[in-house]
């Protein structure tokens, strides 16, 4: 799925998940919420915690974001059942001052433009050599959970 990528360079420009979403928590409490009020999907997260060796996912997220509000908090929940290393480029700005961009940078990390990024949640699977093996834009499949999507994906590397 394309160029191999340098995973510590994304690690070092990037923070963990448990980190990004308690920062945002008071600006965005409905991050909070959804990770009270979510149920994990037992079986995918078992089959992914066998897994959490082969990958490392990296997500573009914004607290105002309402497909964030969604998704990221239950990824924080996959990372502390798994194991799974997630970690987050975050604070996303759009630049409604130039046409030309979707993100003003900074405070939007340089990444958004390396990786393309356009809509958002975008959680990009690696594999542990820093090959890009499946991403998902804003939401999972209609009828699948996060849980059991990152799974297809990890499975079908």
Known sequence: ??????????????????????SVGERAPAFIERKADYKLDEPASEKLKKRTEDVVLFVFSAEWCPDCHRNVPVLGLIAESTDMEIRVFGHLMRDLKNPKEVWRIPP?????????????????????????????????PEGKSLEETLLGIVLNA
Do not use: A, Q
């Not at 393309?116 to 959680?123: A, D, S, T, Y």
């Open 1 to 22: 799925m394309g160029k191999k990528h340098d995973l510590d360079i994304l690690r070092k420009n990037s923070e963990t998940i448990s980190d990004y979403v308690s």
């Open 108 to 140: 939007s990390p340089p990444e958004v433009r390396d990786f393309n990024v356009r809509k958002i949640p975008l959680i990009i699977v690696f594999n542990k050599d820093g090959k890009k093996i499946g991403e998902i834009v804003e939401n999972p």
